[in-house]
C-alpha cells in the first residue's frame, strides 16, 4: 500500500518505491497514467521494474493511448494489465480483464477495461424502457 500523488518530490516517485521495494503488482488510475505520460520515459528506464507482474487500473476507463503507454512503458510488454470498473454501489468489481486469461496485445475497443463480469455477479444488458437485449 502507498500514499501520495506520483509528482512529489519528483515524477519518478512511482518507480523508485516500485525498484526499492520490489513491487510485483502495481495498480494506479488512469489520471495518474496520463499525467505521467507527459514526462520523459527516462524517468522509468532508470529504475529495475523487472519484479513487476501485474500493472492494474482503477477509478475510470483507461483510455487506448493511456494503455498503450503504461505496457510498453512501465510493464515492457510483460506485465498483463488488469483494468476494473465498478462503482461504490456496487460495494466491489464487477468487470474487470483477467491476469493470464484476457488476451494483452491491445487494449479491447472502445474501452479496454470492459472485458469479463466476475464469477459471483450477473449481467444485464438493458435497452430503453427496461427490456433486456437480446444477445
Known amino acids: 500500500m502507498f500514499e501520495g ?3 512529489y518530490p519528483d515524477f519518478d516517485r512511482f518507480w523508485d518505491v516500485c525498484a526499492k521495494h520490489k513491487i ?5 488510475a488512469p489520471t495518474a497514467i496520463r ?42 510488454h510483460n506485465c498483463p494489465i488488469v483494468d476494473t470498473w465498478w462503482q ?14 484476457t488476451p494483452q496485445n491491445q487494449p479491447l475497443q472502445p474501452y479496454p477495461c470492459l472485458v469479463f463480469r466476475l464469477y459471483c455477479s450477473t449481467m444485464k444488458v438493458m435497452k430503453s424502457k427496461g427490456k ?3 444477445f
Open 35 to 76: 499525467a505521467l505520460q507527459k514526462h520523459p520515459t527516462t524517468l522509468i528506464d532508470k529504475h529495475d521494474l523487472s519484479s513487476l507482474k501485474v500493472l492494474g487500473s482503477v477509478g475510470e476507463p483507461i483510455n487506448v493511448e493511456a494503455w498503450h503507454w503504461y505496457d510498453a512503458h512501465v510493464g515492457k
Open 24 to 28: 510485483t503488482h502495481f495498480y494506479t
Open 132 to 134: 433486456e437485449k437480446e
Open 88 to 101: 461504490t454501489e456496487t460495494g466491489g468489481i464487477l468487470i474487470t480483464s483477467l491476469a493470464g486469461i
Open 5 to 7: 500523488v506520483p509528482s
